[in-house]
């Protein structure tokens, strides 16, 4: 537990609120025995897209690009995770490549990835086209970056020794310019998705930062001199569980194929959506509802400090408690700095039951953020 620093301004917040919205107000129920959905095992382009769309709301604003995650500690709550959270259910994450490791580790049978900003879909469209296009890891980081394939990069290649190799690379244009085009046909062409005005350009945008940067690009690319304050592409693959495990998604070619396969079977849908929104989050909760399922997981990164800040953390606990959970439904959080229990690292990685957080809420017992990370182990 992480104990709540004195002197934090309190955030006064109503437990009845819950109630206003029409939150389900008894305790959570006992766990099915198979949380299984009710799928085929794929979407189709037009039901995937379908979703995409009506999920989503108006693009928001955030102060950064995001376009890598910046937690190095994202992989250590895994081991504890598979102890808690069965496969075949529903995974609600924030953000972008850091998903990718917690689905393949839980093993949901459907990913929602809701993220205020409209640049987070269109990174995630972009991983999607090339996650499908590559036939393995070697190929998926040539296109990724737009540099040519290293000689000897086998099945068996490490993930220290791809990053490596990578590494010592540069960018071709000639390759960018293919590989962009190449990646716009994907998704307009072969799948024919009916993207918005500006999500070609978006992917592009995104693109065009991996290409510049390669393995060394970080969470905040265009942030003026914080570039150093963050870890690069290369450093977080190379990452472990803590426990010497890698369980990154090109940590091995089992890895990326897993991931590969919920790209390919239309599994992994990103959306624009608000935590504290009126649609986004209800709208994940009621298609698991109404398929039999519930939400396993639910990665927030430090997106609810933002949330307390604004003063619509309680809309967001409203619209958790709209999602079917059961006793062992878990938040994924983030914390940065001031609650670091690696000094060597600037976050920190917690889990959270929902259903208790939800409960204590109710009961006046979570008013401010750090109680919320009080609440954490």
Aim: overall charge neutral; proline content about 5%.
């Amino acid at each position: 537990m992480i104990r709540r620093r004195a002197g934090r301004p309190a955030i006064l917040l109503a437990g009845a609120i819950l109630s206003a919205f029409g939150v389900i107000s008894h305790a959570p129920r006992a766990a099915p025995s198979a949380p299984q959905l009710q799928l085929s095992g794929a979407l189709s382009d037009a039901e995937f897209w379908r979703l995409v769309d009506t999920f989503s709301e108006p693009n928001g604003y955030f102060n950064s690009d995001n376009l890598l995650s910046n937690e190095t500690t994202f992989q250590n709550v895994i081991p504890a995770l598979k102890q808690t959270v069965r496969p075949g259910g529903v995974y609600v994450g924030v953000g972008p490549e850091q998903n990718f490791t917690y689905i393949i580790a839980l093993e949901p049978a459907i990913a929602f990835i809701p993220d205020i900003r409209r640049g987070n879909l269109q990174e995630h469209l972009m991983y999607k086209a090339l996650f499908e296009m590559a036939s393995d890891r070697a190929e998926f980081l040539s296109l990724l970056f737009s540099r040519k394939r290293p000689a000897g990069l086998g099945a068996d290649a490490s993930i220290e020794q791809l990053m490596a190799a990578y590494s010592g690379t540069s960018g071709s244009p000639e390759s960018f310019r293919k590989n962009l085009s190449a990646l716009k046909d994907w998704l307009s062409q072969h799948h024919t998705f009916h993207l918005e005005d500006g999500d070609l350009a978006g992917v592009e945008y995104v693109y065009s930062n991996f290409y510049a940067a390669g393995p060394s690009l970080s969470y905040n690319a265009n942030g003026p001199g914080r570039r150093n304050r963050y870890p690069t592409y290369a450093e977080l693959q190379v990452e472990t569980d803590g426990r010497g495990q890698h369980r990154g998604y090109l940590a091995s070619e089992q890895q990326f194929r897993a991931i590969k396969r919920y790209e390919e079977r239309n599994l992994l849908v990103p959306i624009v959506g608000d935590f504290a929104g009126p649609k986004a989050l209800r709208a994940v909760g009621q298609y698991a509802r109404d398929r039999g399922a519930v939400v396993t997981t639910f990665y927030t990164s430090n997106v609810e400090n933002y949330l307390f800040q604004s003063g619509s953390w309680e809309r967001f606990a409203a619209n958790v408690a709209t999602m079917p959970v059961d006793a062992t439904s878990t938040f994924i959080r983030a914390c940065f700095d001031n609650c670091t229990r690696d000094p060597s690292s600037r976050s920190t990685t917690l889990l959270d039951s929902i259903p208790a957080l939800l409960k204590d809420f109710r009961q006046g017992r979570v008013r401010t953020y750090w109680d919320v990370l009080g609440h954490s182990r």
